[in-house]
């Protein structure tokens, strides 16, 4: 993609305290060419209006801080360069959808964490510690893999919208690829009860199969391929 | 874990698999009329009257009523479930929701009642 001299930016903005509604707000930011990261555009704006707000922190993909919707896909801004998020010669970014905006780009997550908080993202063991570690063979910890990695951005569960209908009942694909996690790990004893609080209609099977989750994931992880393992476990029981 | 009281098993894995059986039943019944229309004997009435009389078709026929039903109530209680809320609706979503509900239950019954009438009064 050839990228000229200037950009031209359109980025929601919201101020609660003094705006009636969002709007989008265009900017034109001199990036020379350079294929540069949505994150250092947005660093560029702020230095013509200080008074954006967004969300980062390591800007390398690894805190999930800035978590945002570019061109209509969610995805990371420190790791989206803005020639995959450039459509008709301009950058739009919008906060990631379905979340209350605070302010600008940034989105109250609370909602998110209390779905991932309810599959109990922790090991749950009952025998007794033994005295050094919990001991996994080298195949038991592969299980974990492409599980573990999640970096809770937010952008799958802010990309469904079975999330965005219900997101105080259905736990969303980030909680979900949690939960699978736990029920894949050898050394936690609680599957049976861990399967038991996902068997109503919303918490897991509210799940419709859009696989945005997957499409959006900045970190390659695949939630919907865990909610359909989930699914066979809990058919595998149930029949 | 959610409480509901007005899906069809209060188990998300019961309606998950009813509504895939229901789906490939549907989906049987679907391929074998058209088959029969495209390929078999002509549909005249005596043709038509043959096929309903056989129990085995029957017993399909019923098969495909019943799975409609489910298949359709899972459908029609996950989409009010979705759009008729609180949530986006204020607080007469419950009020509509349940209306809803109401009326896909009874449209169901109605259906299925005058299709078992269709099927054995051939």
């Known amino acids: 993609m050839f990228l000229g001299k200037t950009l031209k930016v359109s980025v929601y903005r919201y101020n609660p305290e003094k705006d009636q509604a969002p709007y989008l707000q265009d900017f034109t930011v001199e990036i020379n060419g350079k294929d540069m990261m949505v994150l250092d555009v947005l660093n560029l704006i702020k230095e013509q209006d200080t008074s954006l707000a967004y969300r980062r922190s390591c800007r390398e993909g690894v805190c999930g801080s800035d978590g945002m919707n570019m061109a209509g896909k969610n995805g990371l801004a420190c790791i989206t360069p803005i020639s995959q998020a450039i459509r008709d010669n301009k950058l739009v970014i919008h906060p990631l959808p379905g979340l209350p905006v605070i302010r600008d ?125 989930i699914r066979t476990m809990l058919f595998d029981r149930g029949v | 874990m959610v409480i509901n009281i007005t899906n069809f098993a209060r188990s998300g894995l019961y309606d998950w698999m009813a509504q895939r059986v229901s789906a490939v039943v549907i989906a049987a019944y679907s391929l074998f009329l058209m088959g029969y229309l495209f390929f078999g004997a002509t549909p005249d009435y005596a043709a038509w009257h043959a096929l309903f009389s056989q129990t085995w078709m029957r017993i399909f026929s019923l098969l495909a009523l019943i799975s409609i039903a489910v298949h359709a109530w899972v459908g029609m209680w996950t989409i009010t479930t979705d759009y008729l809320t609180t949530r986006l609706l204020g607080p007469k979503g419950t009020a509509l929701r349940f209306g809803a509900q109401v009326v896909c239950g009874i449209l169901n019954f109605v259906v299925f009642v005058w299709g078992v009438q269709v099927i054995w009064g051939f």
């Open chain 1, 105 to 229: 780009l940034v989105v109250d997550m609370n909602q998110f964490y209390t779905q991932y908080e309810k599959v109990k993202p922790w090991l749950q063991n009952d025998q007794p510690a033994p005295a050094i570690e919990r001991l996994q063979t080298p195949e038991q910890r592969e299980k974990l893999d492409e599980l573990y990695e999640c970096i809770l951005c937010a952008c799958c569960s802010s990309g469904c919208p079975s999330f965005w209908w219900n997101p105080d009942k259905f736990l969303g694909p980030a909680a979900l690829l949690q939960a699978y996690r736990f029920l894949s790990d050898s050394r936690d004893t609680h599957t049976a009860e861990r399967l038991a609080a996902l068997d109503d209609p919303f918490s897991l099977f509210r799940c419709r199969g859009i696989m945005n989750c997957t499409h959006v994931c900045p970190k390659g992880l695949n939630p919907a391929r865990a909610i359909g393992h």
